[in-house]
Each structure stands twice: as structure tokens, then as C-alpha cells.
């Protein structure tokens, strides 16, 4: 279930670009695993191996995160580095919508990127509309509480994203 | 209720009264997918509809631009998916290699943008079309699959914001500096879902190509549309390409939720430095920097106007040793009239590489990769980190004309001095 994830942090800045998450030379590809492996190379060239060591990442940005390019193919990088949601302060519009659309919460929490430190975990909890923070011991360091989304939003990211939602809305 | 354009827009497209916070299923006027992402697009609509077919043939687009012409097997592979699609699903509005350019300025010089309309592409900076007064906006491959199959999208309607830009622009100002200060002033996330409407005697003494460049870097600062309203500038530039449309702009009284005024009179060339759009300079705090390469082009800067400006400095100059300057027209249409006024004649004579129309070094695609290390100025929109090569290169942001006078002197340099 998308919709409560739990998993290691993995933090970056503010104004995060999708230029960054994935660079446009590898815009010829759409399939996640060899984005995936391109992931934030500009910025961590060990992204993947990083992620995919910690059995997948929450990554955890600042302000504007996934600003620039309406390129769909950032969030299936991000998936195809095994992260499973990503939290930041504020998004940037189309990177947002192409997050729900391919099934990759993203969640607002405001005041997240001074809490967050390397090592944390941090949990998504849309059902409940919470973001948790725990210390490497386990230890809850913070509950955020978030807007929850509306259901409709909410189906497309549980079905794992507009095209998996639109299949089974066929076959009912 | 008096509107503000991308009210005005979204309420017709979606058939009723709409405003700001409400979610609202419109009807697309135009869509447009380029050899990107169009591929993209097609895997997901053939995914959920087990064919590959559109709402309505007459409303799509497709434009070859970014890898164009392939570069790369893969490039060319993607390429004959959306030939053959668009060949399939009888797109007249399909513009192959040598037949049409870089999508946004297709868009608007061939007349397909038009006041009023509700456009979208799979491309961040489909906000161009704005400049002739359509809500033009950018969305990734899902979205646009639903457009294809339905011809409809879900928007939340935004608050719109009013730039007014007053003042006579200095000899060696332009409309890409007039942009750049914004952003620096507002930052990268100042327009954030917002609607932008470019207002003020500054912008309606500007010709459409001038409002292309406002238009285009509007999502430099987040902006879901960025607007001119159509005037008789307008009118008459779509009426040379042989379209009638009528004037069309906010309500008188329209709600904003904020203005940003803008006096631009004494405004200097001004330069965004890396990595971000709104670290932005009057170029006299950069000048001397030293440049590896130059690049005049893309949907931002590349139209007859910006080589005309950058030819007045090039003419019987050389680009400085060691620099290499690229020039790259942003459509056929806009190489040809180069073409016949000689223009390309002194960029070539002055050392640039002159090529065909293409999107090109600007997202680092092909034709002018920058290495480790290497430095650009460029007349495009983005200097994010690895934009256009390596990760350790630097992009710096500029007019036409600034990036002309630093291929001649081979650092950043002022160009009011050479005009």
C-alpha cells in the first residue's frame, strides 16, 4: 500500500530541478530502471546504489522541489531508484502532478527539512494525513500532520497511478 | 464577476463561471507533444486504450525539436514511433526534421496559438504560447494522455498575478533582461501556480517575438501560464500568417492577487549566474568572467530579432580565440529570412557554428555538449547544474546580444558597447 511508507531519508535542497533528478540526455529512455540508475546524477552519482542498498528512500526536500521541466520521466527516475515517496516543503506544479499520475506520493509538510537529518526514517501515512520522523534508534522525533487528499487523488495513488487506476475503473 | 485572463479562459473551456481554488475539467483547445515525450505518451495511451488514437486529429501536434535530427539510435528509434503515429492518426499538424523547429515557436508563427485558447504540451515551456494570449501550459506524458483520449484535463483555476513593466527599454536592453530581472527579483518559485499577466507601455511596445521570450521564462519563476494580453501588435501578427483573431485581455476591474511593478528605464543587461535562474546580475558584476562557449537559439532566443541584434555585434568581428559560438534559429521559418538578409553570412563569417533548428546544447542534448569544468553564456531559459553537459559546467543566462559581445571578447562582456 502506497499510501504508508516507511523507509530511510535521504535529503537534498531547496529548488531541487528535475534537470537534477534526471539529466536530459537520458530523456530517450522511459523505462525506470535505467532512469533509476541515473537518478540525481548530477548532484549523488551513488543515489541508486545508495537507495537500493537501503531496500528504497524517502527523499526529503526543500522548497520547490521538481521545479523546471514538465519531464514525467524525474518521477519514473525516482521510482526506478526504489524511492518511495518524497516529502518536501513546497512542489513544483507539473512535478507534482506527475507524481499522483504515476503513483509516487509526494506530500507537502512544511518545517520537514530542519527536522530531518541524515540517518532518520521517516513514514508517509496519507490515510491518517501524517508524516513521521524517527531517529535511527526508532524514536518518533516529530509528527507532522498533513492535508489529506481528496479521495479521488488519493484512489489514483493507491492503484499506483493514472494508468493502473483508469485500467481497473475499465474493468468495473 | 469581472476575470482575469486565465479565468476568462478556463471558464469557457470548462463551460461555466469559474474561480480561483476550483477545480474545473476543460476542454483543450491545441496539444502538443514533441520527439521526447511523445513517445512517452503513446506507451501510456496505448497502455490504457490498447491503440494508439487521439480525441481529434485536428487538435494535436507533434514536433520533432529536442534530438532533432537523431543524433543517436535511440533518438532516431523514438522518431519513427511518432512518425509512424502520426502518419496513422492523420496529424496535420506534424512537423518532422527541416519542416517546422523548436515546438513553441511552431506553435505561435505558424498561427496555431491563438488568443484565448487553452493549449497544453508535454513540454515545461509550452507557457510561450501566452505571448498571443492563450493559457498555454506545461504537463508530464500522463496528463496528456488522458488530453489525447479525451480531449479534456482537470486544472485547478490559479490566482492570477499582474506584472506591470513601465518604462522605455535602454539601447541594448531587451526583453530577455526585462524577464531575467524579474526572476531575480520574485525568485524561482515567486509565481508558483500563478497565473502571470505581463502588463504596461513596456510590454505593449513589444513586438510577439519580444513577448515570446516574457512568455516563455515565465516558469522560470514557477508560473502556471504566463500571459500578454492580445492587442493589435497581436491581431496583426497572426494576421500576416494569415489568421483573423479579435484583441483579447482581462475584464477591466479583474481580481489579482498581487502586482509586481517593474520600472525598466535605467535597467542594465542583466545575467542569471549558476545554478539558478534567479541568481541574477547586471552583467557589470560579471563581466570579465571567462567563457568556453556561446549559444544564441532555443524557444527562448532564437528568433530573427535576437541574430539581428547579435549580428550588429558580430558583423566584421571574430568570436575570440578559444570560444566556440553556437547559433541555432529556433524554426526553418526564421532560418530562411536569416538566409535571404545575410545574416547568417556574418555569423558564419564571424566563426559561429550555424545550425539547422533545433533545441540542441540548451537541455545538453547534442550539438554542443559542455565538458567538465567549461563555461557558457547562453541566450536560453535554464543554468540548473548539468543543464547543458557535464555536472562541473557552469551555465550563465543572457540576451542575444550579451552573449554575442562575450564570443567576441571571450568573457562576459557588455554589449552596449558595441551597438
Not at chain 1, 519514473?76 to 518524497?86: D, S, T, W
Not at chain 1, 530531518?116 to 494525513?129: F, P
Not at chain 1, 499506483?160 to 481497473?168: A, N, S
Not at chain 2, 537559439?297 to 541574430?307: I, L, P
Request: neutral net charge; aromatic residues 6%.
Amino acid at each position: 500500500m502506497v499510501t504508508k511508507v516507511r523507509a530511510k531519508a535521504i535529503k537534498v535542497g531547496d529548488n531541487i530541478d528535475t534537470d537534477v533528478i534526471i539529466p536530459g540526455r537520458y530523456l530517450i529512455y522511459t523505462d525506470p530502471e535505467t532512469l533509476g540508475r541515473h537518478c540525481f546524477e548530477p548532484i549523488m552519482p551513488d543515489f541508486y546504489e545508495r537507495s537500493k542498498k537501503l531496500g528504497g528512500v524517502i527523499v526529503v526536500g526543500g522548497r520547490n522541489f521538481g521545479m523546471g521541466s514538465s519531464r514525467e520521466q524525474a518521477v519514473v527516475a525516482l521510482r526506478g531508484a526504489g524511492v518511495k515517496a518524497v516529502v518536501a516543503e513546497s512542489f513544483a506544479r507539473i512535478f507534482y502532478r506527475n507524481c499522483i499520475n504515476q503513483g509516487l506520493p509526494a506530500v507537502k509538510v512544511p518545517g520537514i527539512s530542519k527536522v530531518v537529518e541524515e540517518g532518520d526514517e521517516v513514514e508517509v501515512d496519507l490515510e491518517e494525513g501524517a508524516v513521521r520522523v524517527y531517529s535511527p534508534s526508532g524514536e518518533l522525533k516529530k509528527e507532522f500532520k498533513v492535508a489529506k487528499l481528496p479521495p479521488s487523488l488519493l484512489e489514483i495513488l493507491e492503484s499506483g497511478g493514472l494508468v493502473p487506476y483508469l485500467k481497473k475503473k475499465m474493468v468495473q | 464577476m469581472t476575470k482575469t485572463m486565465a479565468e476568462k479562459i478556463l471558464g469557457r473551456a470548462s463551460g461555466k463561471d469559474v474561480s480561483p481554488g476550483e477545480i474545473v475539467e476543460a476542454n483543450i483547445d491545441l496539444a502538443m507533444v514533441h520527439d521526447l515525450t511523445g513517445p512517452h505518451v503513446v506507451e501510456v495511451v496505448e497502455e490504457i486504450a490498447g491503440e494508439v488514437k487521439v480525441w481529434d486529429p485536428e487538435k494535436v501536434a507533434i514536433i520533432f525539436d529536442h534530438h532533432v535530427p537523431a543524433d543517436k539510435i535511440r533518438a532516431a528509434e523514438l522518431q519513427v514511433i511518432m512518425r509512424r503515429v502520426a502518419r496513422k492518426l492523420g496529424i496535420k499538424k506534424f512537423h518532422d526534421v527541416g519542416r517546422g523547429g523548436i515546438c513553441h515557436q511552431v506553435l505561435v508563427e505558424e498561427g496555431y496559438a491563438r488568443p484565448g485558447m487553452l493549449i497544453v504540451g508535454a513540454d515545461s515551456h509550452t507557457v510561450t504560447s501566452g505571448a498571443v494570449g492563450a493559457f498555454a501550459t506545461g504537463i508530464g506524458a500522463s496528463d496528456m494522455a488522458m488530453v489525447w483520449l479525451t480531449g479534456k484535463l482537470w486544472f485547478m483555476v490559479p490566482e492570477s498575478i499582474k506584472v506591470n513593466v513601465i518604462g522605455k527599454l535602454p539601447k541594448g536592453v531587451y526583453a530577455k533582461d526585462v524577464i531575467l530581472h524579474i526572476i531575480g527579483k520574485v525568485t524561482v518559485d515567486g509565481a508558483t501556480y500563478k497565473a502571470v499577466e505581463f502588463h504596461g507601455d513596456t510590454i505593449r511596445n513589444m513586438t510577439i517575438p519580444d513577448r515570446m521570450t516574457l512568455s516563455n521564462m515565465s516558469v522560470e519563476m514557477g508560473a502556471k501560464a504566463g500571459m500578454v494580453p492580445a492587442d493589435e501588435v497581436t491581431v496583426q501578427y497572426l494576421r500576416e500568417r494569415g489568421v483573423e483573431v479579435k484583441p483579447f485581455g482581462p475584464d477591466p476591474g479583474a481580481h489579482y492577487e498581487d502586482e509586481w511593478n517593474f520600472e525598466v528605464s535605467k535597467l542594465e543587461p542583466q545575467v542569471a549566474a549558476p545554478y539558478s535562474v534567479d541568481n541574477v546580475h547586471p552583467v557589470s558584476e560579471l563581466e570579465g568572467t571567462p567563457i568556453d562557449q556561446a549559444f544564441i537559439g532555443s524557444c527562448t532566443n532564437g528568433r530573427y530579432e535576437d541574430f539581428v541584434e547579435a549580428a550588429k555585434i558580430l558583423k566584421g568581428r571574430k568570436v575570440a580565440e578559444g570560444v566556440r559560438c553556437i547559433a541555432i534559429p529556433a524554426s526553418i521559418k526564421q532560418y530562411m529570412k536569416l538566409l535571404k538578409d545575410g545574416i547568417i553570412d556574418i555569423l558564419a563569417e564571424a566563426g559561429c557554428f550555424v545550425a539547422h533548428s533545433t533545441c540542441g546544447p540548451c537541455l545538453g542534448g547534442h550539438l554542443g555538449v559542455l565538458g567538465p569544468e567549461e563555461v557558457a553564456i547562453s541566450s536560453s531559459n535554464r543554468n540548473f547544474r548539468g543543464r547543458m553537459g557535464h555536472p562541473t559546467s557552469k551555465v550563465y543566462l543572457a540576451s542575444p546580444a550579451t552573449v554575442a559581445a562575450s564570443a567576441v571578447e571571450g568573457k562576459i562582456a557588455d554589449p552596449r558597447k558595441y551597438l
